[in-house]
């Protein structure tokens, strides 16, 4: 049962613009009443040209920790106080922590991915990891930064749009100079050759989600030890989660990473695990699979 909102509860909050899908209140305030925390999480919705007024607020009403979700992520970078090393990698914030007044952003995307890859695919990133990611944008950043930081031997970054990727392969490769960076098009004829040497595959993009089939990837060339992992989190399959269901191959949705970079915030806010909790909020009872 979550607890009466008092005068002396603490708010915790999300911004972005939409927000009102988000699965972040229910996680959060879950947590809240499951640990006897005297506080609430609620959304705001944040139109881009008000994000600076916006975090001006948070600072004014003491709103101790918040979430960044799109579109704000890369922008709210320049409105706070402090940026931590792993976020500033990354070149986007997804969560604020206040004290004070003093803001201090983070990223905990990518270590969400990789904590999600470990509990619900039982694959761990690590010197042997060769990974194919689809995608070049926001949501592949952190994952990027954070698989490379685990140590990954390669990774091999395919977007429609070979320049972008080419732009994180620039950004990166300095930064983690034992990892092999490549980035090609998802047209590249060399793409079936790459699916065949990877063994983690994550999509990043929003393929498939306006009703037609997932069709960028040769499946036919996956080995069957294969992982892969949909960055997108739905109730239901994937056009991509689901192709790959078809082949047999082992495959999860995006619902874990929400959960771990969720639970990682709260950490750096209140110092609590609450990833089981948040788990349980959002229905996750079962380990993924193929």
């Known amino acids: 049962?979550?607890?009466?909102?008092?005068?002396?509860?603490?708010?915790?909050?999300?911004?972005?613009?939409?927000?009102?899908?988000?699965?972040?209140?229910?996680?959060?305030?879950?947590?809240?009443?499951?640990?006897?925390?005297?506080?609430?999480?609620?959304p705001f919705r944040v139109a881009g040209a008000e994000l600076?007024?916006?975090v001006q607020a948070l600072r004014t009403l003491g709103v101790r920790g918040v979430n960044v979700t799109i579109p704000?992520?890369?922008?709210?970078?320049?409105f706070l106080d402090e940026i931590d090393a792993g976020a500033q990698v990354v070149g986007a914030v997804n969560t604020i922590v206040n004290d004070n007044g003093y803001l201090k952003g983070y990223n905990t995307d990518g270590?969400?991915?990789?904590?999600?890859?470990?509990?619900?695919?039982?694959?761990?990133?690590?010197p042997t990891t060769r990974a194919l990611i689809l995608?070049?944008?926001?949501?592949?950043?952190?994952?990027?930064?954070?698989?490379?930081?685990?140590?990954?031997?390669?990774?091999?970054?395919?977007?429609?749009?070979?320049?972008?990727?080419?732009?994180?392969?620039?950004?990166?490769?300095p930064l983690f100079p034992a990892c092999e960076f490549i980035a090609m098009a998802l047209a590249d004829e060399n793409l079936v050759a790459e699916v065949e040497k990877?063994?983690?595959?994550?999509?990043?993009?929003?393929?498939?989600?306006?009703?037609?089939s997932f069709n960028v990837?040769?499946?036919?060339?996956?080995?069957?030890?294969?992982?892969l992992y949909d960055m997108?989190?739905?109730?239901?399959?994937?056009?991509?989660?689901?192709?790959?269901?078809?082949?047999?191959?082992?495959v999860c949705g995006g619902l874990g990473m929400l959960v771990e970079q969720g639970a990682l915030a709260f950490n750096l806010w209140l110092g609590r695990d609450a990833g089981e909790i948040m788990r349980a909020a959002v229905g996750m009872t079962a380990v993924c699979g193929g």
């Open 1 to 42: 049962m979550t607890a009466p909102v008092s005068g002396s509860s603490a708010v915790y909050a999300i911004i972005g613009d939409p927000v009102s899908h988000s699965l972040s209140p229910r996680m959060h305030n879950a947590a809240f009443a499951a640990l006897g925390i005297d506080a609430v999480y609620v």
């Open 52 to 54: 600076a007024s916006g």
């Open 72 to 78: 704000h992520k890369e922008q709210v970078c320049q």
């Open 111 to 126: 270590d969400g991915l990789v904590r999600s890859l470990q509990k619900d695919l039982g694959y761990s990133v690590g």
């Open 135 to 173: 995608g070049a944008g926001g949501a592949a950043r952190g994952g990027i930064a954070a698989m490379a930081r685990c140590g990954a031997a390669r990774l091999v970054i395919a977007n429609r749009s070979v320049a972008r990727a080419q732009e994180l392969v620039a950004r990166f490769a």
């Open 198 to 212: 990877s063994e983690l595959i994550i999509n990043s993009t929003s393929l498939g989600l306006s009703g037609e």
């Open 217 to 227: 990837l040769p499946w036919h060339a996956i080995k069957a030890e294969t992982v």
């Open 232 to 250: 997108i989190y739905a109730a239901a399959d994937t056009p991509f989660t689901a192709s790959a269901r078809r082949c047999g191959l082992r």
